[in-house]
């Protein structure tokens, strides 16, 4: 009679830690900074994995087959939730508007950014960024950092910090129920909501 392989849990949910938690997914296009960003959370009855950019697998599709490859890998509870994390800025809105209806077809939620991710950060400063480039929204926030240089981390998981943020993309945001942002804005908020 063949074996049966049995799938491994992410969480022991039975450890004190994780008693009644659920398990938020991240899968990220960026390579460096949403990896870092999503890391300084670990809210106490949420386990957050985020699933690195490895070897520039950058594109839509590529960051959603990270998604599907931790889903047959694992076994996950109803109540986890699958994340794919990406920018609209270089690709094209077909290709944008494909992957959301993979995710929707899939069950995954998403939280795509009008241009860039660092689009997000900056409502942790301002209440709008004045940024409609990629380009732009990363000198911005460049400029920032360089001002706050050694202070990021505690700034960015400050939780009155991030509530502000969270408000403020809410407010900006013209749209909370298209696929992702037309215009300059973003949906990490949602995903960040979970968090919180």
């Known amino acids: 009679m063949p074996r049966t392989s049995r799938k491994k849990r992410p969480i022991t949910r039975g450890e004190v830690e994780f008693k009644d ?71 094209k809105a077909d ?9 929707n077809e899939q069950g995954y939620l998403k939280a795509v950014s009008n ?27 460049r400029k920032i950092h360089n001002d706050l240089f050694g202070k990021l981390s505690p700034l960015y998981s400050n939780i009155e910090r991030t509530k502000a943020a969270i408000s403020r993309a809410k407010n900006a945001d013209p749209d909370p129920d298209a696929p992702f942002p037309q215009t300059s804005g973003t949906h990490v908020y949602k995903l960040m909501e979970q968090f919180i």
């Open 115 to 141: 241009p860039c991710f660092e689009y997000w950060l900056l409502f942790y400063h301002h209440e709008k960024s004045l940024s409609s480039s990629s380009t732009d929204a990363k000198k911005q926030l």
């Open 95 to 103: 290709e944008i508007h494909q992957v959301c209806k993979e995710c």
């Open 21 to 91: 938690a659920y398990l938020i997914v991240v899968a990220v296009e960026g390579a460096k900074t949403e990896k870092w960003y999503f890391e300084l959370f670990q809210p106490r009855r949420v386990k957050v994995v985020v699933r690195e950019n490895v070897e520039n697998l950058s594109s839509p599709s590529q960051v959603i087959e990270q998604l599907h490859n931790y889903k047959r890998e694992y076994n996950l509870d109803e109540t986890d939730q699958l994340w794919l994390v990406i920018d609209r800025d270089r690709w």
